[in-house]
């Protein structure tokens, strides 16, 4: 291609690569005299592939990172430069994740560039474990299926919260999509299945598992919804499975 023979008459020092979602062939990666470069989202080995903050907060980790590794024609699996860990809490969403990683990243590259320049970086073999490779995300995996725990639930919202797609369902006869929830101490009362209902001017779900998820942030099709007046309105549960 015309980027690889532009790259091979430079033949620079570097390369690097920030939240390119593409892999880059073996003669780009040959083209970087002293290395090419990638900056993952994740703590490498775990969440390789696409989407890492997404998928690490889906599975309900308390911590992810950023990564500085060395590119080989495999996504994700070169030799290790730098990590730097940063933590997940329990109500934090993809964006806000994304943020605190961000930070992450830019404060190994800062502390990692002289030691690249002056060739005594470290370079840790990265360990391939079975199992850890993510694939990319769909909008209609933001599908909530109300079978499964609150706080299961709880992680898909946080999740794929705006400005990714975002977590929804059939609510009242609408398309819902859930932005932000909460997974407290109160419990479900016994009997009347996975059901939305109002309680202390708030609109909660009665989820599966007996926990009760409260909704802090929703949208229909027509825009965002006055959960507060809508839990005014709300004098019968909802059964939503």
């Excluded at 599975?59 to 030799?79: I, Q």
């Excluded at 073999?125 to 499964?148: L, M």
Aim: charged content about 25%.
């Amino acid at each position: 291609s015309q980027l690889e023979r532009t790259l091979g008459e430079l033949q620079p020092d570097f390369i690097f690569s920030f939240y390119y979602r593409s892999l880059l062939g073996a003669p780009l990666l040959r083209a970087a005299r002293r290395g090419a470069l990638n900056m993952h989202g994740s703590l490498l080995p775990k969440y390789r592939g696409r989407a890492p903050v997404n998928w690490a907060i889906l599975r309900g980790e308390r911590e992810t990172g950023a990564t500085l590794h060395y590119m080989v024609e495999r996504a994700d699996a070169g030799d290790i430069v730098d990590q730097l860990a940063v933590p997940i809490l329990q109500d934090d969403d993809a964006r806000e994740v994304f943020a605190k990683v961000t930070v992450a990243a830019e404060t190994i590259l800062a502390r990692s560039l002289p030691a690249l320049l002056a060739g005594t970086a470290a370079r840790r073999p990265q360990p391939i474990v079975p199992g850890q490779y993510f694939g990319r995300r769909e909008p209609r995996d933001g599908r909530i299926d109300w079978s499964r725990p609150a706080l299961e639930i709880h992680n898909l919202v946080r999740a794929v919260a705006p400005p990714f797609p975002g977590a929804f369902a059939q609510i009242a006869g609408e398309r819902w999509e859930i932005h932000r929830t909460r997974v407290g101490a109160r419990r479900a009362p016994p009997g009347g299945g996975v059901r939305l209902f109002a309680a202390d001017g708030e609109c909660h779900i009665a989820c599966a598992d007996g926990a009760v998820l409260s909704l802090r942030a929703a949208a229909t099709d027509h825009g965002p919804i006055d959960l507060a007046a809508f839990a005014r309105e709300l004098t019968t549960p909802v059964p939503l499975f």
